[in-house]
């Protein structure tokens, strides 16, 4: 088995940590540690390690589901590598079918095991092309793959695009799994895959919408089979979930969710008009995104992203992500907007400033 370089890690590897200003981070600003209880008392194992079972049961309640039908994982990254564990190279088949531009680790994960046909999102306005979905999916397809809200384009498929997906799935024995870190975010967040039916598959953490990338918080929710095939592969990897993670969690998902939820929001909301007004003066587009990435065309003067990204970098001492780290979008980059108010605004002065140079 090898699995491909992570690209958009390497890149930043490359330049974050010398790096004044991180404009490429695809997660909103992160919490105070001490808006929470931080006591979890005896520093072991989570038991049993696939979660609490009273917790798990309040986070199958999100979906319809039961506790059996939930696992706790260190972040969205292990919810989403046990699940293609459990269903790839199994009774399922060993073919994987991924909607890109996405989070690398959604294809190239299952490519290191499996066979992966990607369906690139139709590039007028990123909706998902059903046809080509339908089209892909073969005898031995394990799992179709979304990402959604997606990264790194921001599109928010609706509810009527996710269950068309379902039923394609599901009228040939395969899962949909739906990456959902971002859900969350959106004012009136659709219903996710986990509820849709039994073939839905749900991943998310506490990373994105409620700016607690620190916990690596979260979990799979899904076919029960699934889940416990996963959780057996758990025991190949972290275990448990983390005990400070799930300690927080319950806090952060009781009583300060609305609160925490709704100071997120606002941020992605404001910093979206921000960043669109920016966009606007120096001539710039993106598809209006939800969460607090987008997916923007690359100024004239560079020959593509990655060359406007490197200058960006070495004049402005500002990181952005070329396109190219999610597919053949050499014309696009990717910029986050979820960090705090006045380093966003420093940001987008200096990057400005170095498109205004040329």
Request: net charge negative.
């Amino acid at each position: 088995m090898d699995v491909s370089p992570f690209g958009l890690e390497r890149w930043f590897a490359e330049y974050e940590h010398e790096a004044d200003i991180m404009l490429a981070e695809s997660g909103i600003r992160s919490l105070p540690a001490d808006r929470f209880d931080l006591d979890p008392g005896k520093l072991g194992y989570v038991i049993p390690t696939n979660g609490d079972p009273e917790f798990r049961a309040d986070v199958g309640e999100r979906y319809g589901r039961s506790a059996d039908e939930v696992l706790f994982t260190v972040g969205t990254q292990e919810a989403n590598f046990l699940t293609f564990l459990s269903l790839l190279n199994s009774e399922h088949g060993d073919h994987a079918v991924v909607v890109t531009p996405t989070y690398q680790a959604l294809h190239a994960v299952p490519e290191a095991f499996g066979e992966v046909t990607r369906v690139p999102l139709n590039r007028e306005d990123w909706s998902v092309d059903l046809a080509g979905v339908e089209e892909a999916i073969r005898d031995d397809t394990a799992v179709v793959v979304l990402n959604n809200p997606n990264n790194p384009t921001g599109k928010y498929h609706d509810e009527e695009t996710v269950r068309e997906l379902y039923d394609l799935a599901a009228e040939n024995d395969t899962f949909l799994l739906c990456d959902e870190v971002y859900r969350l975010l959106a004012e009136e967040p659709i219903t996710p895959a986990a509820a849709m039916g039994e073939y839905g598959i749900s991943t998310t953490s506490l990373t994105k919408a409620y700016g607690l990338a620190g916990l690596r918080f979260g979990w799979v929710v899904g076919d029960a089979d699934v889940v416990e095939r996963a959780w057996r592969w758990k025991d190949y990897t972290t275990i448990s979930p983390t005990l400070f993670g799930q300690h927080v969690a319950k806090q952060a998902m009781g009583e300060q969710e609305r609160e925490i939820l709704r100071e997120n929001r606002d941020l992605a909301t404001k910093h979206r008009g921000i960043v669109a007004d920016w966009l606007d003066e120096h001539g710039l587009a993106w598809t209006e995104p939800v969460g607090v990435n987008g997916f923007v065309t690359v100024p004239e003067g560079f020959e593509d992203a990655e060359e406007f990204c490197r200058v960006v970098v070495e004049e402005a001492s500002v990181v952005l992500a070329p396109g190219h780290l999610f597919g053949p979008y050499e014309d696009r980059f990717r910029i986050g907007f979820g960090l705090p108010t006045a380093e966003l605004e420093e940001g987008l002065e200096r990057v400005g400033d170095v498109i205004e140079s040329r």
